[in-house]
């Protein structure tokens, strides 16, 4: 039997649960809405927004209840062309004036207007592969994508400043306000907050008016997950100001194959490492809960596209392998997991498919041994699986020879919700009239994106306060934030001699070599000189030389190099524009500092004994940070995301699945997480 309850007992087990019961008769607390057209509701002294204009408060407008009743709701009053053109994502432009001759990534600074685009197609060709195709990367006209073809999801390319992106998303919304059901547009962008040494589509937008911190490679080697949450917090404060509220990002691929194209726009190699940071960057730009503070994460590309065969780049035919010669494929889904955990709301799959492995040999949008059996089943992973750009018609690996609908139906029958690349629901829709596609497939796909819309609370005001968006974005605060992250960046690779940090009074000769400029050489010297060193005008009349490398992107199949043929890619500096035989030639009777922008893991073993004493890497830095380091204002502490191989040779006998530490001995001339300090 139970005990007797002293009186003293009971009357402090009702004390304990009049917080509750008076927390029952509150009102529910009234969210700010934001409309244009669409009337407001009274109703018991709270304020709907009529969205369908029936006059009264449908469940899908009533703020009070989950998103999971409000989705059904609206999922059961949605057309099917409703519904499927919530299916597509395309991209969008900012006004025709912007576009530069039809880059749909926008004229540059100041020159995207706040107007509605409503031309139509711009452009019919695969950029990577330069074949013709209905529905490549094309852009649709605003206002017909919206209300004709239903569409409401965006990619936006562009660089804007500040208020005008929020007055034209502002526009935008008001387009989708004014339709049938009043169902809110969104839009996604890649990364805006790094330094962008190569601006290429997919991976960064450039650098664009929002706070430039390190690159992705740089975050990782702060070492930091502090810093990482700070970066994810203050980023997402400048892209909600601005009315970006999905991120096509982060690539939580693990750079084990360092010939692979994409290596910039990662974390590294070290699967643990990156775990953490996709964590912090879920927290800082989603929160503990998605809210109308949030930036829904897309990360990608599951499930890695490090193990690339090669090197060569997924966006080519020769390129469509991911091989896993040591057997690795658990270590690349690591991130993957730990992103999974932490509630991130989308995946993008990657172009590329798993070659010889017990999966079907399909790109990863077709494959459900991986998006149902791997992520959703064994991973628990329960948002939408966003597909990259253009798999349907331009990249369909492993499903050539099935017809455009057939292609449809077996990436929805895969896992595939949403798909990158097109402006028109025809193709998905004629592949539902042909019965490929069921009604259940369809609702399951548009229920998890409009979990999305309603957990951001776009459907009670998608709209942003200009003034707000200005003041926000790269504000003081921020740039502070990104300052420190700039040195903490730096890794020390090599001091042997210990000629760092330079001493006051050191004359300097400072020199970059780009090449992009075909290896030009361009000496610095600094305007605002707060170093305590001088510079000169040329080698012969400095203590010490610091030269600058900018390599290029390796060339023979990365889509960064440009190459159209499966050619051997290189990590040698001279293979990618680098003038070795002058660097050599520059440590004759001099000390001289390497430092090496890493944007993949380079060979630097072509050096000299000479040149190979003082060596530090950067991953998108300033040259305040960088000269902070040399000087030992800031003493270094950043650790390599990666190790650097000893030679071509060992990167061309290395296994694409195995980070640096995991190859044979003596394969890093450079260890992963290695990194000096003075």
């Not at 927390?23 to 009529?50: M, V």
């Amino acid at each position: 039997s139970f005990p007797t309850r002293r009186s003293s007992d009971l009357k402090f087990s009702i004390l304990l649960l009049l917080p509750l019961v008076i927390g029952c008769s509150e009102k529910p607390s009234q969210p700010t809405l934001g409309t244009r057209t669409a009337p407001i509701i009274e109703k018991k002294g709270l304020q709907f927004k009529d969205l369908n204009r029936n006059g009264k408060v449908d469940p899908y407008e009533d703020w009070r209840l989950s998103p999971e009743k409000r989705t059904a709701d609206l999922v059961s009053q949605m057309t099917i062309d409703e519904k499927i053109g919530l299916m597509i994502i395309s991209q969008i432009n900012m006004g025709s004036s912007s576009q530069g001759g039809g880059d749909p990534r926008g004229g540059g600074r100041g020159t995207v207007t706040s107007e509605l685009n409503e031309q139509d197609v711009v452009t019919t060709r695969n950029m990577f592969t330069g074949l013709e195709s209905e529905e490549s990367i094309n852009v649709s006209g605003t206002t017909k994508g919206i209300k004709e073809r239903h569409l409401r999801h965006f990619i936006l390319r562009a660089n804007a400043p500040a208020r005008v992106m929020a007055e034209w998303a502002n526009n935008v919304q008001a387009v989708a306000e004014d339709t049938r059901l009043g169902i809110p547009a969104i839009f996604a962008s890649n990364p805006r907050n790094h330094v962008a040494v190569d601006n290429s589509m997919g991976l960064n937008v450039g650098n664009s008016f929002f706070t430039q911190w390190p690159g992705t490679l740089g975050l990782a080697a702060a070492d930091d997950p502090d810093l990482i949450l700070d970066f994810a917090k203050s980023a997402a404060a400048e892209w909600v100001a601005c009315g970006i509220r999905k991120g096509d990002m982060y690539q939580l691929d693990l750079s084990t194959e360092p010939r692979w194209s994409r290596i910039e726009g990662t974390f590294g190699e070290d699967a643990d490492r990156v775990a953490v940071i996709a964590e912090q960057l879920v927290k800082g730009f989603q929160g503990e809960t998605m809210g109308p503070g949030s930036v829904a994460l897309t990360m990608k590309h599951f499930p890695g596209g490090g193990p690339e065969m090669k090197g060569w780049d997924s966006h080519y035919d020769f390129g469509k392998n991911l091989v896993y010669p040591a057997g690795n494929f658990e270590y690349h889904i690591k991130p993957f997991q730990a992103a999974v955990d932490a509630g991130v709301s989308g995946i993008m799959p990657y172009y590329a498919r798993p070659h010889e492995t017990s999966f079907e040999e399909v790109g990863s949008a077709y494959n459900y041994g991986l998006l149902t059996e791997t992520l959703r089943e064994k991973m628990g992973f329960t948002g939408y699986v966003n597909s990259d750009t253009g798999p349907i018609n331009n990249m369909p690996w492993g499903v050539e020879d099935l017809t455009i609908q057939e292609r449809y139906a077996k990436a929805v029958a895969a896992g595939t919700d949403i798909f990158s690349g097109g402006v028109d629901i025809k193709n998905l829709k004629a592949t539902y009239d042909a019965g490929m596609i069921s009604d259940e497939q369809i609702d399951r796909s548009v229920t998890r994106l409009l979990l999305e819309k309603f957990r951001l609370g776009l459907f009670e005001n998608p709209y942003v306060d200009p003034d707000n968006a200005e003041a926000t974005a790269n504000s003081a605060e921020f740039r502070a934030k990104a300052e420190e992250a700039f040195r903490k960046s730096i890794v020390l690779m090599k001091n042997d001699d210990k000629v760092l940090p330079l001493k006051a009074g050191t004359k300097v000769y400072f020199e970059r070599m780009d090449a992009g400029s075909r290896g030009k050489h361009t000496p610095i010297k600094p305007e605002n000189n707060t170093w305590g060193v001088e510079f000169v005008d040329n080698p012969s009349q400095a203590d010490a030389i610091v030269v600058w490398l900018f390599p290029g992107g390796g060339g023979g199949g990365g889509f960064l190099g440009g190459s159209s043929g499966a050619a051997p890619i290189s990590n040698r500096l001279s293979d990618n524009g680098m003038d070795v035989a002058y660097i050599n030639s520059l440590a004759v009777g001099k000390s001289v500092t390497v430092v090496a922008n890493c944007s993949k893991p380079w060979v630097l073993s072509e050096l000299s004994p000479a040149a190979s004493k003082t060596w530090i890497a950067t991953f998108g830095t300033t040259l305040p940070a960088l000269m902070d380091v040399v000087t030992g204002k800031f003493n270094p502490s950043g650790k390599m995301p990666f190790g650097l191989p000893s030679s071509q040779e060992a990167v061309e006998n290395n296994k694409e699945d195995l980070p640096s530490f995991m190859e044979s001995e003596g394969y890093s001339l450079i260890k992963c997480g290695a990194g000096l300090s003075y």
